[in-house]
T-cell receptor
């Protein structure tokens, strides 16, 4: 049972390049989230999804797009990377949309934009 | 919108010292409160949570937190810390303004325990 798996774990991009982060969960969870973690700012919600085919904006959605074509996968895309998007990205899933309270996190993806 | 404040950004303690990390939230209605921990190089994991009932919540590894509604606080405590408690601790909340499906995190407190 892998839980939440993120790929890639590390990536270096040049400004203007695009990339996609993949999050996969094997717990049949409805709810999935993308957060970014920056020093001194904690975790900030980028986008989230409450089910297959649905997505919604979080606190800091600008510059990112997401898709949830399959229940188990939640993709985070950067169309034109900027240095301000250098961060550690965490995907999380939750079986009960906050009522159960436990977010299951992936191990993170460290992105550097030069 | 709901928000969470953690006023201690970096705490250094000696082993066996007692720990209390502050957490305050902004919403005045019903809230769900959480503490997550991130050990060095690892992902976040749930330490404890409060939904309702007894305001004193016990979690894993000897941690506990007390919900004080009148103070909008949910402080994390441990009577005697160990070197292995070195980690970053995040308080989090979800509440109706943001929707129960969205969990808002504080900025985190880095705890360093010196042997």
């Amino acid at each position: 049972n892998a839980g939440v798996t993120q790929t890639p774990k590390f990536r270096v991009l040049k400004t203007g390049q695009s990339m996609t982060l993949l999050c996969a969960q094997d717990m049949n969870h409805e709810y999935m989230y993308w957060y970014r973690q920056d020093p001194g700012m904690g975790l900030r919600l980028i986008h989230y999804s409450v089910g297959e085919g649905t997505t919604a904006k979080g606190e800091v959605p600008d510059g990112y797009n997401v898709s949830r074509l399959k229940k188990q996968n939640f993709l985070l895309g950067l169309e034109s990377a900027a240095p301000s998007q250098t961060s550690v990205y965490f995907c999380a899933s939750d079986g009960e949309g906050g009522f159960a309270g436990e977010l299951f996190f992936g191990e993170g993806s460290r992105l550097t934009v030069l | 919108a709901q928000s969470v404040s953690q006023h201690n950004h970096h705490v250094i303690l000696s082993e066996a010292a007692s720990l209390e990390l502050g957490c305050n939230y902004s919403y005045g209605g019903t809230v769900n409160l959480f503490w997550y921990v991130q050990y060095p190089g690892q992902h976040l994991q749930l330490l404890l949570k409060y939904f309702s009932g007894d305001p004193l919540v016990k979690g894993i590894k000897g941690f506990e937190a007390e919900f004080i509604k009148s103070k909008f606080s949910f402080n994390l405590r441990k009577p005697s810390v160990q070197w292995s408690d070195t980690a970053e601790y995040f308080c989090a909340v979800n509440a109706p303004p943001g929707g129960y499906q969205k969990v808002t995190f504080g900025t985190g407190t880095k705890l360093q325990v010196i042997p």
